[in-house]
């Protein structure tokens, strides 16, 4: 597995060819084939709509290839075949209709449902009464096997409709996944920003591709930018921000199963979270070690290294080797913690309550991580635009992964704002706002930076740009 640089706090999340990669996780989304009874019904149904066909011409295949399988077309018979022959076509016929009613598949929506298919009507050929004639037959009811749309599982789609559903008490396993959009207010620049990102900061080194500073051959040729970049986030110079005590919140409440995060700041752990309820999908400063022998390294002897001077690079302190010393930070070409992936085959099917906020959902893996909670599963997104959406086009063709936020939507929340005030909002609707506030306070009297934070503007409110 490799690592894509993302967004602010989160550098190195993998390239998308490593997409499902998470072992024990991957759904099946298999179509509900039509049981024996919907079948006869099926075919009695198209005989009845279907014109006598002339003599000499072919049989009709308007349902062989319902279940989107190839079917043989069948020849013309001459106008002189003998009754043998013509029987034995016209068992032929009702086989190959037989066969491929039994085989059909499909999904229908929960307006189709609950009626049953007993329309005796004689049809004259016209297409769109077939097809009128075959959606009756097919959405019967649901003890035929046929797949209905599920009801709302949400009042609505947004955060009312959740916050209804924590005060229900159905919400008791929230797992929340994190992007850079919750640590721009903290002050931490994201990564992408014209001018202001880090990497256009970095520009000045020379470097290749702004995402060079996280690949490891570049890296092991020279690492001065990799550690500029190092002393601008090192954690313990930035406080953590609403949302990343709302996440507090959640545990102290025992309603947080786990935060996935693709940041690299720690801010999760400095917001009072203990490491078990944290997984760094792309790792973070926690730790670190010499990427020639291995040796594991205090993260206290990196920031030492870090903070001497600008750039200066980290070197093993085992004389003998002289590798350089990095941060377990995820870099291009390097798999992701094997926490990753055990947290995540175990904790998103035991979810009732996906939560969404600051990020594109563009880096896989993790990206895809949202398409793993259950079915009935409520998600709510909490970012400055849409993201991980299912376009109309993978709609049309079945597909059921991604957000969707249009028809058909039956589980997917949706705030279109800042992190903080989404946060804010919900807590408000919760009856948690002064508990949030009170986090807030505590975080703020203890915060003591280590080392001096960057001089920088401050970011302006409802401004941050999430990339």
């Given at each position: ?12 999340g ?19 084939p ?20 002339s003599?000499?011409a ?34 032929e ?7 491929a009613?039994?085989?059909?598949t ?11 298919g ?9 297409a769109?009464?077939?097809?009128s004639?075959?959606?009756q ?10 797949k ?9 789609f ?24 919750i640590?721009?207010?903290a ?15 970095l ?5 290749p ?22 002393k601008?986030?090192?954690?313990g110079?930035?406080l ?9 919140l ?12 693709q940041n690299?700041?720690?801010l ?6 203990p ?22 390294h ?12 600008d750039?200066?690079?980290?070197y ?6 002289g ?31 996906l939560?969404?906020?600051?990020t ?5 893996p ?10 009935e599963v ?14 109309p ?8 992964r ?8 039956y589980?997917?929340?949706l705030f279109?704002?800042d992190c903080d005030?989404?946060?804010?909002q ?14 807030m ?16 503007e401050?970011p302006?409110a ?6």
């Open positions: 597995m490799s690592a894509v640089p993302g967004q602010a706090g989160e550098p190195a993998p390239p998308s060819e490593d997409q499902g990669v998470i072992a024990n996780v991957e759904a099946t989304e298999e179509a509900v039509a049981s024996p009874r919907a079948a006869g019904i099926a075919a009695a149904a198209a005989a009845s709509a279907r014109p006598e066909p003599p000499g072919p049989p009709s295949s308007a349902l062989s290839n319902r279940a989107g399988r190839p079917t043989a077309s069948s020849g013309s018979s001459s106008r002189g075949s003998s009754r043998g022959t013509a029987g034995a076509q016209a068992s016929l009702e086989e190959e209709e037989r066969g009613a039994l085989t059909g499909g999904y229908i929506s929960s307006s189709e449902s609950g009626e049953a007993s329309d005796e009507e004689e049809d004259e050929g016209d769109s009464e077939l097809i004639r075959l959606k037959v097919l959405s019967i009811d649901d003890e035929v096997g046929v209905l749309a599920p009801p709302s599982l949400l009042p609505s947004d955060l009312e409709g959740v916050a209804d559903l924590i005060r229900s008490g159905r919400a008791r396993r929230i797992i929340c996944m994190c992007g850079a959009g640590s721009v207010s002050g931490i620049p994201d990564f992408r920003s014209p001018g202001t990102g880090l990497y256009s900061r520009q000045k080194y020379n470097l591709y702004p995402h060079a500073v996280f690949e490891m051959s570049f890296f092991r040729r020279n690492p001065r930018p990799f550690f500029l970049l190092a601008e986030l090192f954690p110079n930035y953590p921000t609403p949302t990343h005590f709302f996440m507090k959640l545990h102290d409440k025992g309603l947080l199963l786990r935060c996935f995060t690299i700041d720690s999760e752990h400095q917001a009072g979270l490491e078990e309820a944290v997984v760094a999908a792309h790792g973070n400063f926690d730790t670190a070690k010499c990427i020639r022998c291995g040796r594991a205090s993260i206290e002897y990196v920031r030492r290294a870090v903070f001497e001077t750039g200066n690079p980290c093993c302190e085992k004389k003998s080797c590798g350089l010393v990095k941060p377990d930070i995820v870099f291009f070409g390097e798999s992701l913690p094997e926490r990753f992936h055990d947290r995540a085959a175990e904790d998103f099917p035991a979810a009732d309550l939560l969404v906020m600051g594109s959902l563009v880096v896989h993790f990206a895809g991580l949202i398409n793993y909670v259950g079915d409520p998600r709510l997104l909490v970012n400055r635009e849409k993201a991980g959406e299912l376009t086009e993978m709609r049309a063709l079945g597909y059921r991604g957000f969707n936020f249009g028809d058909g939507n589980r997917d929340a279109l704002g005030d989404g946060v804010r919900l807590c408000r609707l919760l009856g948690w706002e002064a508990d949030l506030d009170a986090l306070a505590a975080g703020q009297q203890s915060f003591h930076p280590a080392y001096a934070a960057p001089p920088q401050p302006q409802g401004f941050a740009v999430y990339q």
